[in-house]
C-alpha cells in the first residue's frame, strides 16, 4: 500500500540526536523554532497551543510538537501503563494543523540516569504535594527537550498552571534562551476543562465532572458577594454531592508568588477532584 499525502507532509523524528542536530541546523540557518511540549493524546486544548507556536515562530519558521509519554513524571505506574497513546491520530491531527515536525522519541534517558531538576519554591503544595516527584520529572523532561529541540519559544496550557510557573521558574533560574507562552484554558461545553484524562470517564462520570467548573463558579460568586465564610469547606461539600467525586485538594495561591492566600479578587483558585478512578484539575482567576 502507498502511504497517503501526511505520511510525506509531517516530518517525525524519533531519535533525540537527530532531533539535536536538527535543531542545531535551524539554529545555524537563524530560524525561529516554537516548541509544544506534550504527551501525546492531542485535544483540543493542544490545538489551541499551536497556532500560537505559529505566531511565534512566524510565518516561515519551524512549529514543533514533541509527543512523549514522560515516565518520570507519574507516581503510578498503572497510571502510566494506561495513559492513552494514539500516536497516528495525534499525527494526523499535527498535520491538519500545520505543524512542521513531530517529535516523538521512545526514550529520553539512559538506563543508569542519575540527574534531575529539582526545584524547591514552585513545586510545593498542590500537585506538589499530592504527587511526590511530579514535577522533578516535569522540570527534567522540559530542560532535555529544550536541550534537544533548541526551541526560541515554547507553549504551555493554562489549566496546568503550577506547572507552567514551575517551567517559568526552572527556564527563568537556569538562563534557557525560551520565551515561555501559555495558553488560555480550553473548555468542553459544561466547562469541564480538555484533558487527556477525560477519555476515561464514563457517561455518568462524565456528567459529574462538571462540578470543577461549577465549583470555581461559586468561589468566584464568593468572593464577588464578599461570602467566604467557610468557603473551602462549601466547596468541597458542593464537589462531594456528585456520587463518583472525592476532593483532592481545593487552594487559593497567588498567581505569581505561588503563595497560599485567603480568597479574593485577583487570586487563583485550584483543585483536584477524583471522579471514580480518574484524577482531574482546574484552575481559574477569582
Not at 40 to 64: D, E, F, Q
Not at 84 to 95: E, H
Not at 225 to 247: D, F
Request: glycine share 6%.
Amino acid at each position: 500500500m502507498i502511504p497517503g499525502p501526511f505520511f510525506y507532509r509531517v516530518k517525525t523524528i524519533c531519535n533525540p540526536a537527530a532531533m539535536q542536530r536538527q535543531a542545531q541546523r535551524w539554529k545555524r540557518e537563524g530560524e525561529r523554532v516554537a516548541l509544544v511540549p506534550t504527551m501525546g493524546a492531542l485535544h483540543a486544548g493542544h490545538v489551541s497551543l499551536i497556532p500560537r507556536a505559529r505566531k511565534a515562530a512566524g510565518v516561515n519558521g519551524i512549529v514543533v510538537v514533541s509527543i512523549y509519554v514522560n515516565p518520570t513524571q507519574f507516581n503510578v505506574a498503572k497510571d502510566l501503563r494506561s495513559y492513552p497513546r494514539p500516536l497516528a491520530a495525534d499525527k494526523k491531527l499535527c498535520y491538519a494543523e500545520g505543524v512542521d515536525v513531530v517529535f516523538a522519541p521512545k526514550s529520553l534517558y539512559e538506563n543508569d540516569a542519575s540527574t534531575t531538576i529539582n526545584e524547591t519554591v514552585v513545586s510545593l503544595g498542590m500537585e506538589g504535594e499530592s504527587r511526590q516527584g511530579h514535577f522533578r520529572g516535569v522540570g527534567t523532561v522540559v530542560v532535555k527537550l529544550f536541550n534537544l529541540v533548541l526551541p526560541t519559544s515554547a507553549i504551555f496550557g493554562e489549566k496546568d498552571w503550577q506547572q507552567a510557573s514551575l517551567i517559568r521558574r526552572v527556564t527563568r533560574d537556569l538562563n534557557l534562551p525560551t520565551r515561555i507562552i501559555i495558553g488560555p484554558t480550553v473548555r468542553e461545553a459544561d466547562g469541564l476543562a480538555c484533558s487527556s484524562r477525560n477519555v476515561f470517564l464514563n457517561k455518568s462520570e462524565r456528567q459529574q465532572a462538571a462540578a470543577l467548573w461549577q465549583a470555581i463558579g461559586l468561589a468566584r460568586a464568593a468572593v464577588h458577594n464578599g461570602n467566604l465564610r467557610g468557603l473551602k469547606r462549601r466547596l468541597i461539600h458542593s464537589i462531594e454531592q456528585q456520587p463518583a467525586a472525592k476532593v483532592d485538594y481545593v487552594e487559593f495561591f497567588d498567581e505569581k508568588m505561588m503563595r497560599p492566600v485567603k480568597p479574593m479578587k485577583g487570586a487563583r483558585m485550584a483543585l483536584a477532584v477524583f471522579i471514580g478512578k480518574t484524577r482531574l484539575i482546574d484552575n481559574a482567576r477569582l
